[in-house]
């Protein structure tokens, strides 16, 4: 494959991505078909073209309708995923930290919470891990998978510094871990207003969200 060929097909999955993250369970299946409507029909109709143009934007139409399709299955997918990592996960130490970012978000989202997810594994997030929103409500969540260690003073001082952008206001803070935290890290949540969830607090959140699922076997 080429260095152009590359870079098209990076760019078309961080699209499919992009698209995944933002394209819900529901509205998923309409999306395409207004797409293809407004780009086939809507479009030529309003500017008076010919009807070549009508033939030729039919074809635009069909590719921006499947890769919507596409990542309407992707968002599908994505939310079963998570579905079954809440369900199913008896051993939350064997999650990865992108697993253990979605079963957080999960919980959340189970509490009637919309959850955005800010970056990945493979960029700098801003120390913004989620966040999940509810009506007037905003909480910005920070996660670390961290199994052994105590969470220091030094992480939650980080997080309560995070600069937020303009347009996302004012927010709650929650700190996540697997772990514990240290004395001094507690004393400076309690400054800053941050809610610190540790690993036996969010094994007890997981259980209150929990639905009983029969196995599919």
């Not at 309409?30 to 479009?43: C, D, E, G, K, V």
């Not at 399709?69 to 939350?92: C, H, N, P, V, Y």
């Not at 935290?181 to 997981?206: F, K, M, N, S, W």
Request: hydrophobic share 45%.
């Amino acid at each position: 494959m080429t260095r152009l060929g590359r870079i098209v097909e990076d760019a078309a999955d961080s699209l499919l991505e992009w698209l995944s993250r933002r394209i819900t369970e529901t509205t998923g299946c309409i999306i395409p078909f207004l797409a293809y409507a407004a780009i086939a029909f809507l479009i030529p109709a309003v500017l008076h073209w010919t009807p070549l143009w009508y033939i030729a934007l039919s074809f635009v139409s069909l590719a921006v309708c499947g890769f919507l399709s596409f990542a309407w299955i992707a968002a599908l997918k994505r939310a079963g995923d998570r579905r079954r990592l809440l369900e199913w996960t008896s051993d939350l130490r064997r999650l990865d930290a992108a697993e253990f970012e979605w079963l957080v978000g999960e919980v959340y989202s189970r509490k009637g919470y919309r959850i955005r997810e800010t970056g990945s594994q493979h960029t700098s997030d801003g120390n913004i891990d989620l966040v999940a929103e509810k009506g007037n409500q905003r909480v910005i969540i920070q996660c670390k998978r961290w199994t052994s260690w105590r969470v220091p003073v030094e992480e939650i001082q980080r997080f309560a510094g995070t600069f937020l952008p303009k347009e996302m206001g004012s927010a709650d803070r929650v700190f996540v871990t697997l772990s514990e935290y240290t004395p001094e890290a507690r004393e400076a949540a309690d400054r800053a207003g941050i809610v610190l969830i540790d690993g036996v607090q969010l094994a007890e959140e997981i259980e209150s969200v929990r639905r009983t699922e029969l196995c599919p076997n």
